[in-house]
C-alpha cells in the first residue's frame, strides 16, 4: 500500500513522497522506536504519525500493523489501538484480522460492550471466522461464561469451530475460574471432532491436571505428546511440566524438565530464563539460580529491570541476603530507570529477618532516587511494625500511604484495613483504633465497616464507645446527602 492511500490526493506531501526511497526495515524501526517513546514523552500517536510523514517519510500499513502488534505485545492498548483509528481516518482498508486485533484492543481499553457494539456494526463479509473468535476471546478474557458459551454455540452452528482456537480460549477461561475439571472435557470433544491438538492446547491440558493434583494424569499428556511428532516441544512445556512438579514436591523430576527445556533452543527467549530462575528457587537450588543468571547476563546486552526483579525474588526466597544484597547494589548502579518493586523486594527480605536499619536505608535511597508514590514499600513497613506491635510507626506510614491513595484517587485494598483492625481489637485498643477511624475521616476513607470495627473493638474492652450512633449518622447524611 503507497502513502498517497494514507493522505489526501494531489497535496504537496503526495508529490513530495514520490521520489521517497522504498521501504526498510531501519525505517520500520524508526517508526516504532517513535511510538513507542510516547509512553514516558507523552504526545499523541497521531501526531507522531503526521510529524513522521511531514519529515518526508513513507509509511506503508505493513508497517503500522507490526507496530500495533509491537505495542500490544507490551501492554499499550490505547497506543496500538489510537493507530487503527488514525488509519481508519485516511479510510484505509482493514482485513478481518485487522478488525479481530482491533477489537481486542477495544475490549482493553473500553470494555466489552465497545466490543460488541464495534462487532455488531461490522458489514457482514467481515462477520468471519477471524472477527467471531475474536468476540469469543474478549468474552473468555473477561470470564463472561455464559456469553462464551452461547457465542461458542453460534460459532459451531456457522461452521467456525474448525481448530484448536476457540477451544484454547474456553480451557484458559476455565483455568482462570478454577474450573480444572472442564479443560479435559474439551480435549476429548477436540479429539472427537478430530481436531488437531496443538502444543499450546496441550500446555493447558496438562495445567489442568496440575491443579488437580493429577501428577499420573499429567505424566499420560506428556506420553501423549511424547507419541505425536507433529507436537513440538517449546520452552514453555518444560516449564509448565517443572512448575507442576516443583508444586507437587517433585523436584528431581523438576529439574530434569529445567534441564531439557535449556537444551531445548540454542537461544532462549528472556522469558524462559526468567522461569528457570523462579522455578529452580523453587526446588530450593541457590547454584542453580546463580548459574542461570549469569547465563542471562550473558546471553543479553541489556539486562531488564524485570530480569533484576526475578532474580531478587528468588534470592529472598531462598534467603541468601549476602547474594539478594549484591545483586542489588549492582542493579542501582546501572539502571536508568529506579523500578519500586525491586525495593519493595529487597524491603520485604530484610525485614522478614528483623534487619530494620537495612530496609530503611533501602526505603531512604528509593524516595531520593524516584519521584512518585511509594505506596507498597510504606505498606510493608506497616505490615512490619504491626506485627512487631509498634503501631504508632505502622500507622505513620498507613497515614502517608493512603494520602498518596487520596492524591491518585485510588482505593485501598480491604484487607489492609482489616489487618489493622484485627490488631486492635486483638490488643482492646480503643484509644489506637478511634485515632485510627479519625485519620480515615480526614482522608475521606470512613465508613460503615469502620464504625463496625470501632464497636466491635470497644465491645472487646468492656468500654462503651461514645456517641457512636450520632457518629455513625453524620458520616451516613455526608456520604449520602438528602
Not at 517508526?31 to 504526545?43: N, Q
Not at 473477561?142 to 469451530?161: G, P, R, S, V
Not at 534441564?259 to 542453580?288: C, D, P, W
Not at 548459574?291 to 529472598?316: C, D, H, P
Request: glycine content about 4%; proline content about 2%; some cysteine.
Amino acid at each position: 500500500m503507497n502513502i498517497s492511500r494514507l493522505i489526501p490526493s494531489g497535496s504537496w506531501l503526495v508529490r513530495q513522497l514520490c521520489t521517497a526511497a522504498k521501504w526498510s526495515a531501519p525505517r520500520r524501526t524508526m517508526l516504532y522506536s517513535r511510538l513507542s517513546a510516547l509512553g514516558a514523552k507523552g504526545g499523541t500517536v497521531a501526531q507522531a504519525l503526521n510529524d513522521f510523514l511531514m519529515e518526508g517519510k513513507q509509511i506503508r500499513k505493513d508497517e503500522l500493523t507490526s507496530c500495533i502488534k509491537e505495542l500490544r505485545k507490551y501492554g499499550r492498548y490505547q497506543h496500538a489501538l489510537d493507530i487503527f483509528d488514525w488509519m481508519e481516518r485516511r479510510k484505509v482498508n482493514f482485513s478481518s484480522k485487522d478488525h479481530a486485533i482491533r477489537m481486542g484492543l477495544i475490549a482493553k481499553t473500553t470494555g466489552i460492550d465497545a466490543t460488541e457494539n464495534y462487532f455488531s456494526c461490522l458489514p457482514q463479509l467481515a462477520k468471519n471466522q477471524f472477527t467471531y473468535g475474536a468476540l469469543l476471546s474478549c468474552y473468555c478474557s473477561e470470564l463472561l461464561t455464559d456469553k462464551a458459551l452461547a457465542h461458542f454455540e453460534e460459532m459451531n452452528q456457522l461452521q467456525y469451530i474448525n481448530n484448536s482456537l476457540p477451544f484454547n480460549n474456553l480451557m484458559s477461561m476455565y483455568l482462570k475460574l478454577g474450573e480444572y475439571n472442564k479443560v479435559p472435557a474439551l480435549v476429548d470433544e477436540m479429539k472427537r471432532r478430530d481436531i488437531s491438538l496443538e502444543t499450546y492446547t496441550c500446555n493447558l491440558w496438562m495445567q489442568s491436571y496440575g491443579c488437580l493434583n493429577d501428577i499420573e494424569g499429567v505424566e499420560r499428556v506428556l506420553e501423549e505428546m511424547a507419541n505425536n511428532s507433529k507436537l513440538k516441544w517449546d520452552w514453555t512445556t518444560y516449564s509448565n511440566v517443572a512448575a507442576i512438579y516443583v508444586k507437587a514436591g517433585q523436584f528431581e523430576k523438576a529439574e530434569s524438565s529445567l534441564k531439557k527445556l535449556e537444551k531445548s533452543s540454542e537461544s532462549l527467549e528472556r522469558e524462559a530464563y526468567h522461569f528457570l530462575i523462579s522455578l529452580y528457587a523453587g526446588t530450593s537450588n541457590l547454584v542453580e539460580v546463580k548459574r542461570v543468571w549469569e547465563a542471562l547476563k550473558g546471553a543479553f546486552s541489556l539486562v531488564t529491570n524485570t530480569s533484576y526483579l526475578i532474580v531478587l525474588q528468588a534470592l529472598a526466597k531462598l534467603n541468601d541476603l549476602d547474594g539478594l544484597k549484591e545483586c542489588f547494589k549492582e542493579w542501582e548502579s546501572n539502571c536508568s530507570s529506579y523500578d519500586p518493586r525491586l525495593a519493595v523486594t529487597v524491603v520485604r527480605a530484610y525485614l522478614q529477618q528483623d534487619m530494620i536499619e537495612e530496609a530503611e536505608r533501602v526505603f531512604e535511597n528509593a524516595v531520593n532516587r524516584k519521584k512518585g508514590s511509594f505506596f507498597k514499600l510504606r505498606l510493608t513497613f506497616m505490615a512490619y511494625f504491626l506485627k512487631k506491635q509498634q503501631q504508632d510507626l505502622a500507622l505513620e506510614h498507613m497515614e502517608v500511604a493512603m494520602s498518596e491513595l487520596k492524591d491518585n484517587n485510588r482505593q485501598l485494598a480491604p484487607e489492609t484495613l482489616t489487618a489493622f483492625f484485627d490488631y486492635f481489637m486483638k490488643e482492646n485498643d480503643v484509644a489506637g483504633v478511634e485515632e485510627f477511624c479519625k485519620m480515615l475521616k480526614n482522608l475521606n476513607r470512613l465508613n460503615s465497616d469502620a464504625f463496625h470495627s470501632l464497636t466491635e473493638t470497644y465491645i472487646a474492652a468492656g468500654k462503651v464507645a461514645p456517641d457512636i450512633q450520632q457518629r455513625f449518622q453524620e458520616m451516613i447524611v455526608k456520604v449520602c446527602p438528602m
